[in-house]
Each structure stands twice: as structure tokens, then as C-alpha cells.
């Protein structure tokens, strides 16, 4: 070993402590580059996992389906390249299927198809299950695929060549959830394809024949979204070449495009490891601050014994470096080992932890040289002049802050782009430049008050003014470290509030009920009377949705979704406030949106009806009746009227009371054909439908309806009281110009119709104009309507919208076309004691519709892996460095005791008590903690919201809807502010309260080794 590898070995041997907390700095930032490679990979395979979670069970899987005709041995030959090839993809062998199109079976719409796997994918009802399958006959099950009673097919399906042994429910979802057959429709089902496919019956047919398996999370996360996209594809290419047309889907477009979003984090990662690893070596500046003093003295000794500065620059550099490699071996095993850990969920957990550290080789070799330059120079370089010192990191604070600003003024929305890290990591520096910088006027100002005669103060000048390095630095880096953690608790409130906003904005109440691939209308699923039972809380709102015209006739006419929603409903939506972007409340914009009730409701059908009967006179072959009607859910529905005789009535399924809303006077199919045969045919017109009816008594099962004619009207049709079999009636002339005509029970001319008040999108508020009325036309009938209130946002709604009060839509569009305005959703609001039950509820009645629980959604988006990785790294980073700012704050104490040994043993000699020396000790660590902690707290709250501004994208990469608010007051902030500030000032007083204890004055040492 060299005299200076010696010299310097010695010295860490002697004082062992400062290295090793050197050592101990650079393993923490080691660590910090590799735990962001870590919780990246591991938000990668996670994000994958979500992503197919979230797609419903029926549509969760993989289908390879092609329109070939195959039979034999070509359909043995491609079953078998199928099942080889989704092997290879890791799935599990498919079942495989054969399904016709769909065929009318005596006015019944049925498909008819075969499944291999038959006795797993149907739960039996009744009869056996199919055996026999031959080129004249197949044995089916008839099989529902709906809560609904199960149609009997027998008869029509030996037409067919199929001979029905029982019946049964399907189990198996993706039959229909991937698209072979409709929802809704029954089945007859088979329990072999191959032999299906010979039947000569359904030779005509046209069929698909598919293969079908579950797609779980675990074999494309094992494989890489990328490799498994591959694996499909292959499986296409393989069997096009030899029997194509085939086609493999799956959920690719949701889980590549998670996967692409969380490769695309990788940049921002990268970028917030490299900034938590710079922050953590601000505790080896501390570290070579302390040591500045001693190292001097021992290179005055070096020198005078004949060394040259470049060898004592040498010792010093051995020296730390020593540490450092140290460091650098520990931290580096370290981090390896937590990426394995954090990535074992993953395909390979070694091979995971091995591609972070290949990764982040170059980035901890990085830290480790600038750890050595900067201790080195910090600790034994040359002294540079205090007005250079300052102008130098003035100019780093403002180079540092025009990056921040460059990336406000021009926030991207690109989630790859590393730019706003690197922004918040350069105001994260700055704070701690800045708190170094606030040292010279903080320090001045004491100065000046201890000329004023404060002697405490006076000592506490004298001290920092000689040796203002260590608290300066200090200062700086628990400023820094105060602002990493304060910005990680705000960031991690924010997220967790913007999660509650963002599930509010999609389930605005506690349920939203909406359109599946099984049900169309989700209102037939909800039974509005079974969940109000459930509690006195329980609210269900129909919401209706009809595309009108809005502006008709100028050159910014559009198309708008006119909604309708119960005015009492907007106070229960969920933190309207955020999810509307609107001052004013919910109670004041229901009253503004809320319509005089109807003067004349329509009547009634009552509850259980089974036959409803209707008198009338004058009805022909030519025209039709319907009656639309509306149940508890809101959702109308056409009853068709048969004609017998003088009557004409509808049979009914005996359910709950109907509400009568309109009338319907259509076109039979039958005069349609002949008029536009006619018409097309020959070169002159045909008469529309024409008539006058003669509307009387209504009856139901046999009963009079309490049935008032008074107040029906029409715009199209001319009407006049009158007298039927000695009940009040009505006579309507009609003329169908448009398909049909409509007869309200409480229609209002034209010209006294109110103006309707609506809820618009700004962009529609400022087309209106300052006086805020426009028309809004349906089925060409303009409604002249009056913007009452202006939301930037509607949850569930597009950017352009339209709201008025439901009653009032129903109205609107009941007038010319009833039941264009259907139920498009219907939300449920609950109280928690009754949640459960409607849960429940739900579950068992409309569980075929798409349930979804603002809870559920909120829980994940505030679990999104990409966010949570990012707040777990940014908080490990401001607690490691808190923690790290303790040590310094007591290692600040000691090393004043140490660094003034000599003033305070003068002060002692000269008769100042050891009482009043440690509290100039204790008030000038308090020093250090007035510059850091406070600055520490503003500079997180800025860096709160510069990330809010700039890091404020959801988990798909697009800005949130509602846009993310900063949360500074809240549990996690609170927490971090606490821990701060009394663990910093526990430290100070403790070490300064242990200082000077010794029995006498006690001169100073002078280490020269």
C-alpha cells in the first residue's frame, strides 16, 4: 500500500463515523434509481393486470373464428393448428364452437349452434342432455340466455332437423359476450361441431366456427403484452395460409394500450430516481461541510512535512472514495435486491431485478463520481470567494427555475415526456440552493440585532459568521428534503381526491346502471318499487338521452343530446362542485331546471292488468293503434292495440301500474306497401292515411279505468269532445303525414308552450347569445328553450350537452315521437346502511346490465399502479431524506461543538456558563431549522402545484376529468409537517442538551492524523 493510500486509510480507521454516514448517503443514493426501475417494471406488469381485469367476464377472452365451411378432415386439420397455437400463447385449450346465424323459428328469433364443451357451459332445467348429432339429425337443448321464461321451440326446430331433448341456462358468458351469438336470444345448442356442421338441414346456413377461451391477466403479463400479441397473431397467419379467412380478437386495444402507457412512464421514472438519488447526496455536502475544518488542518500537516496540494487533494480523494465504493456496493445490493422483490409478481423476478440494474448502471456510477467531486471539493478544495459562491448558485436557482417555467407555460400531455420530473426535481434543487443562499441575510440580520446588545445573539453571530459552511448547507438540505416529502403527502392527497372526483364524474350517484352486450335498455332490468323498499334512502333516477337539433335552420346548427333528469336528483350528485366545475349548488340549479307539473296527467293502467280494452269507432285495416305507457323505471314502451271489432284492446303481462303518456295513430304496413308501390309504380301520388276515430270508454280485465278523455290534444290531429254509449269520448280527425300521429293527454297549443329552462355546456351558452334562448327541434318540432344555468361539465355527458328537467323532455318528445327518448342509464343513490341490500338487489336483477359502483371505481383509480409507484417513490425519497435531515441536524450540533471548541472554551474561561454556551449551541441548530423548515413547507406547497399542473394526467395519459385540484390540508401533509418539525427539533435539543457536560472547561483538541 502507498504512503497515501496509507495516510488515507489511517484517517477512516481513526474516525470511522463520518465515512461510514458517508457510505451510508451514497447506498441511499444508489438505492434510489434502482427503486424506481423497480417500482416501474412493477407497475408495468400491474397496469397489464388491471387493464384486463377491467374488461367485463363475457368479453374477457380470446376468439379465433373464421366463416369457412369447414368439415372433416380440414376442420380437424385447423382445430388442431388453433389449439397448438393458443398453447404456445400460454392460454388454456379452447372450446370450441359452431353457430349459425340468427333464424326465425315461428316468429321467434333463435340462433342455432354447438358447443364441445356443452355439459360445462349450461346448467340443465329440464330433459338430458344432447347425444346423438347425425347428417339428418342433431339432438339441442334449448337454452336461455336471459332471466326470462324459456320459449318452447320443439315444434319448429324438427323442421330444422333438430330434435330438442330439454332445456337449460347458459352458464358459459363469452358465447355472447364475444359476439357469436345476440343477447337476448335463445339457443338451440348441440354438443358436437364437427358433426353440426354435416347437418343437411342447415347446409344453407350461414355459420361461424370459433374457438374461445378465457384470457387471464397472469399469461399476458408472464409473456408481455407485446410477445402475447405476437403469439395470436402467429396463430392467423399459421391457419390463413392453409384454411383462411381466420381472425383472432381480443381486448387488445385496452391492454396495449396499458401496456404502451406504462413503458411510456419509464422516462419519468427514470428521471425521479435520478432526482431522489441528487437529493440524497445533499447529506453528503452535509457530511463534507462538517469535515472541512479537520480536513484543512490535516493538509496544513501534509504540507509542512514536504507533501505537494495535488497529494493532499489525493489523501482526501482516497479518502472519500473509500466511502463511496462502499456505498455504491451496498446500495447497489440493496436495490437489487428490492427490485426482485418488488417485480416477483412479475414473469421472472431475477430477470426483472438484472434489466433495472443493467438500466441504471450508468445513473449510480453517476452519483457515485459526483458524490466524490462534490464531498471532495466541499471538504478540501480550495476556498472561493463568498460573492462568487453566491452569484454561482443564484445563477443555479435561476437556470433551475426557467426549466420549471418553460414547463409550465407549455405543460405537456404526453406521459413519455421526462421534462415536468425534471422540472420538479430542478425546483426541488433550487429550494435547497436557495435555503444555503437565505443564510448570508438571515445571519446578517442576527448580527445586527446583537449589536443592539442582545449578548446571546451576540455569540450566536460571532459562531456563524466565522463559520457559516455546515448550517448553510444544512439549512439547504432539510429544505429540500421538507419540500420532496411535503410534495409527496400533497401529491398523494391529491391523487387520492382526484380518484373520489373522477369516480364521481362516472357514477355521479353511488350506482350507474347502463347498456351490455346482453341488455339494451337498462331500465327493464332496474325495478324501481323493489329498491326503494329497501329503504327510506334508496333514490332510483331514470336518465333519458335524445339527439335533437339545436339551432336548426342557422350556420351553427348541431347536433346535441338533450337530457333528461329529475330535478330533485342533482343535490345527491357526488362532489358536484368538482365533477360540474360550477359555483353555483346543486339545489339552486334543480330549482332553476324544475317544470310546473302537468295540470292534466294522463291516466292510469292499473296494477296486474292482463287485458286492457279500448272502444272505438271508425278504425280500419289502413291505420294503427298504440298506446305508449311508461312503468315505475321510465322507460316508455309501445303497446300494440289489435282491432275486434268496435274495440280494440292489448293483452298485458299483469305488472305494475302503467302511466298512459300518448296515444299513437300509425300507417299499417299493409296501405304502406300499397302506397309506395303505388307511388314508385305509376307516375301519380296516393292518398295518405285519412279518418276521424271515435275514442270511448276504457276497460281493464273487464272493469272501467277512471279514463278522462278531457285535456287529449294533438299537433296534427283536430279534436272534439263528445259523448260515446253515454260516457264522455273524444272524436279525432287524423291525417298521417309523417309516419304517424300522437295524441297527448296533456298537450298545450303551440303558441302557449313555456319556454323550457336548460342546463348547457359553456361552448352552447356562448352560442346563445346574451339572451341565452335558442330552439331546439325534434322530429321538426322546435321548442323554443332558455339556458337557465351554464356547467363546464355533466357527469356521464359529453362536452356539448343539454339538461332539462326529465318530466318536461318526456313531454317534448312524447308530442311527435314517443319513445325516442329512452332510458339511456339509471342512477342509484343509497345510504350505507342500505348499500348492501342494493347490492344484492342489483345483482340478482340486473346483473346481465353493466353495474357500475362509484366505490369500486374510485378504489381503482386510486390504486393505478403507474400513480401509485410514482407517490411510493416520490414519499420513500422525502422520508429517506427527512430521516437523513435528523442526522444532519444532530450531527450539525456536534459538529459546532466540535468546530468551535476553541471559541467556547474562551467563552467558558472568561466565566460564561456551560448552561447559557449550550444554548447558543441549541439556538443556533434553531437557526438552521427557521431557514429550513418554513422554507422547506412553501417550496412543497409550490412543488404540489407545479406537479398538479404538470404531472395532472390520468392513468390512460390524458388530462383528468375533472381536471386534479391541489390538497395541501390533509392527513398525509399533516403527517410529514409533524414528523418535521418535531423530529428536527427533538434532535437539536437533545444533542444540545447532552453538549458540555464535562466537569471543567475542556481545551481543544487538534487532530492532526
Known amino acids: 500500500m502507498g504512503t497515501g493510500a496509507g495516510l488515507a486509510w489511517a484517517g477512516v480507521r481513526h474516525r470511522p463515523g463520518p465515512w461510514l454516514l458517508l457510505a451510508l448517503g451514497t447506498a441511499l443514493a444508489a438505492l434510489m434509481p434502482l427503486a424506481a426501475a423497480g417500482l416501474q417494471e412493477r407497475a408495468a406488469v400491474a397496469v397489464v393486470q388491471q387493464a384486463v381485469s377491467a374488461v367485463p367476464e363475457p368479453a374477457r377472452g380470446v376468439l379465433a373464428v373464421t366463416t369457412r365451411d369447414l368439415r372433416g378432415a380440414e376442420l380437424a386439420s385447423v382445430s388442431a393448428r388453433v389449439d397448438a397455437g393458443l398453447a404456445q400463447a400460454g392460454l388454456p385449450v379452447p372450446t370450441q364452437a359452431l353457430a349459425y346465424r340468427a333464424l326465425s323459428l315461428q316468429g321467434t328469433d333463435a340462433a342455432v349452434g354447438a358447443l364441445d364443451r356443452l355439459p360445462d357451459d349450461v346448467a340443465l332445467t329440464s330433459g ?83 374457438w374461445f377461451t378465457p384470457l387471464d391477466a397472469a399469461v399476458v403479463t408472464d409473456r408481455g403484452a407485446g410477445a402475447f400479441t405476437a403469439a395470436l397473431d402467429r396463430v392467423a397467419a399459421e391457419v390463413n395460409l392453409v384454411a383462411g379467412p381466420l381472425n383472432v380478437t381480443w381486448p387488445d386495444g385496452v391492454v396495449l394500450d396499458a401496456a404502451a402507457r406504462a413503458q411510456a412512464s419509464t422516462g419519468r421514472f427514470t428521471v425521479l430516481g435520478v432526482g431522489a438519488g441528487a437529493l440524497q447526496l445533499g447529506f453528503c455536502l452535509v457530511l463534507a461541510a462538517a469535515r472541512r475544518p479537520a480536513q484543512r488542518q490535516h493538509g496544513t500537516l501534509l504540507t509542512r512535512r514536504g507533501a505537494r496540494p495535488a497529494q493532499v487533494l489525493g489523501v482526501a480523494a482516497l479518502q472519500t472514495a473509500m466511502a463511496v465504493v462502499v456505498g455504491l456496493v451496498v446500495g447497489t445490493a440493496a436495490g437489487t435486491a428490492l427490485v426482485a422483490v418488488l417485480v416477483r409478481g412479475g414473469p421472472d423476478p431475477s430477470a426483472g431485478a438484472l434489466h433495472a440494474l443493467a438500466s441504471t448502471w450508468p445513473v449510480v456510477l453517476g452519483l457515485g463520481l459526483a458524490a466524490v467531486l462534490g464531498s471532495v471539493l466541499l471538504a478540501a478544495g480550495p476556498a472561493a470567494r ?88 444544512t439549512a439547504g438540505f432539510l429544505a429540500a428534503a421538507l419540500a420532496t416529502a411535503f410534495l409527496a403527502g400533497a401529491w398523494s392527497a391529491s391523487t387520492h381526491r382526484s380518484a373520489e372526483d373522477r369516480a364521481a364524474a362516472l357514477v355521479p350517484l353511488d350506482v350507474r346502471v347502463t347498456p351490455s352486450t346482453q341488455v339494451r335498455q337498462p331500465a327493464s332490468v332496474v325495478d324501481p318499487e323493489r329498491l326503494t323498499g329497501l329503504g327510506p334512502g334508496v333514490v332510483v333516477a331514470p336518465v333519458t338521452s335524445t339527439v335533437v337539433s339545436a339551432f336548426a335552420g342557422a350556420s351553427g346548427a348541431t347536433a346535441l343530446p338533450l337530457t333528461g333528469l329529475d330535478p330533485d336528483v342533482l343535490p345527491l350528485v357526488q362532489r358536484w362542485s368538482a365533477v360540474t366545475g360550477s359555483s353555483t349548488s346543486a339545489a339552486e340549479v334543480a330549482d332553476l331546471l324544475r317544470t310546473p307539473a302537468s295540470p292534466s296527467p294522463g291516466p292510469t293502467v292499473p296494477a296486474g292488468t292482463r287485458r286492457l280494452v279500448l272502444e272505438v269507432r271508425g278504425l280500419d285495416a289502413d291505420v294503427t293503434l298504440g298506446l305508449w305507457v311508461a312503468g315505475p323505471d321510465g322507460q316508455e314502451r309501445r303497446v300494440r292495440l289489435a282491432q275486434r271489432g268496435e274495440e280494440a284492446y292489448a293483452d298485458l303481462p299483469a305488472g305494475p301500474a302503467l302511466a298512459v303518456r300518448a296515444l299513437e295513430i300509425g300507417e299499417s304496413a299493409d296501405h304502406l306497401t300499397r302506397r309506395q308501390h303505388g307511388i314508385g309504380e305509376g307516375s301519380t301520388d296516393r292518398p295518405l292515411p285519412a279518418g276521424t276515430l271515435h275514442l270511448g ?33 273524444l272524436s279525432a280527425r287524423y291525417q298521417i303525414r309523417d309516419a304517424r300521429a300522437v295524441l297527448l293527454p296533456s298537450w298545450i297549443p303551440v303558441a302557449q308552450r313555456p319556454v323550457l329552462p336548460v342546463a348547457v355546456d359553456a361552448e352552447t351558452a356562448a352560442r346563445a347569445g346574451a339572451r341565452g ?56 343513490a343509497t345510504p350505507a346502511a342500505d348499500a348492501q341490500a342494493v347490492h344484492d338487489e342489483l345483482t340478482a336483477s340486473a346483473s346481465a346490465a353493466t353495474l357500475t359502483y362509484r366505490t369500486d371505481v374510485a378504489q381503482a383509480l386510486g390504486q393505478d399502479p403507474v400513480t401509485t409507484g410514482f407517490v411510493a417513490l416520490l414519499g420513500a425519497a422525502g422520508v429517506v431524506a427527512l430521516l437523513l435531515g435528523l442526522v444532519a441536524v444532530v450531527g450539525g450540533v456536534r459538529g459546532d461543538r466540535e468546530l468551535a471548541a476553541a471559541d467556547l472554551f474562551a467563552l467558558e474561561v472568561d466565566g460564561v456558563e456551560p448552561r447559557a454556551l449550550r444554548r ?19 417550496s412543497g406547497a409550490g412543488l404540489a402545484a407545479a406537479a398538479a399542473r404538470l404531472l395532472g394526467t390520468g392513468p390512460d395519459g390524458r388530462p383528468t376529468t375533472p381536471p386534479l385540484q391541489v390538497v395541501l390540508a390533509a392527513a398525509p401533509t399533516a403527517v410529514v409537517l409533524v414528523a418535521a418539525v418535531v423530529g428536527t427539533v427533538l434532535a437539536a435539543v437533545l444533542t444540545a442538551a447532552t453538549s458540555l457536560r464535562e466537569r471543567g472547561p475542556t481545551a481543544p483538541e487538534l487532530d492532526l492524523r
Request: hydrophobic share 50%; with cysteine.
Open 920 to 938: 447558543v449551541l441549541l439556538t443556533r441548530a434553531a437557526l438552521v431549522l427557521v431557514v429550513g423548515l418554513p422554507l422547506g413547507l412553501l
Open 773 to 828: 334562448t335558442f330552439g331546439l327541434t325534434v322530429d321538426q318540432t322546435t321548442q323554443p328553450v332558455r339556458v337557465v344555468a351554464v356547467l363546464p361539465r355533466m357527469p356521464t355527458l359529453p362536452s356539448r350537452f343539454v339538461v332539462a328537467d326529465r318530466s318536461a323532455v318526456a313531454a317534448l318528445v312524447d308530442r311527435t315521437a314517443p319513445g325516442t327518448g329512452p332510458v339511456a342509464q339509471v342512477w342509484v
Open 128 to 210: 338430458r342432455l344432447p347425444t346423438a348429432c347425425s347428417p339428418t339429425a342433431c339432438e339441442v337443448l334449448v337454452v336461455s340466455t336471459s332471466t326470462g321464461s324459456t320459449p318452447d321451440l320443439a315444434a319448429p326446430a324438427r323442421d330444422l332437423g333438430l330434435v330438442v331433448t330439454g332445456t337449460a341456462t347458459l352458464r358459459e358468458p363469452r358465447l355472447v359476450g364475444l359476439g357469436l351469438v345476440a343477447p337476448g336470444q335463445p339457443l338451440l345448442l348441440g354438443s358436437d361441431p364437427a358433426a353440426m356442421a354435416d347437418l343437411a338441414s342447415l347446409t344453407l346456413y350461414g355459420r361461424n366456427l370459433a
Open 697 to 729: 270508454a276504457v276497460h281493464a280485465d273487464g272493469t272501467a279505468v277512471a279514463w278522462s278523455w278531457s285535456g287529449w290534444g294533438a299537433d296534427s290531429v283536430t279534436v272534439a269532445p263528445e259523448a260515446a254509449g253515454g260516457s264522455p269520448g
Open 386 to 473: 463568498p460573492a462568487t459562491l453566491r452569484l454561482a448558485l443564484t445563477a443555479v436557482v435561476l437556470l433551475a427555475g426557467g426549466l420549471a417555467v418553460l414547463a409550465l407555460v407549455r405543460p405537456s400531455d404526453d406521459p413519455r415526456a421526462p421534462l415536468p420530473v425534471a422540472a420538479l426535481v430542478g425546483l426541488t434543487l433550487a429550494a435547497g440552493l436557495l435555503g444555503a443562499l437565505l443564510w448570508t441575510p438571515v445571519v446578517a440580520a442576527l448580527a445586527r440585532g446583537g449589536r443592539r446588545g442582545a449578548a446571546p445573539l451576540t455569540r450566536v453571530a460571532l459562531l456563524t459568521t466565522r463559520r457559516p459552511l455546515l448550517p448553510s448547507v
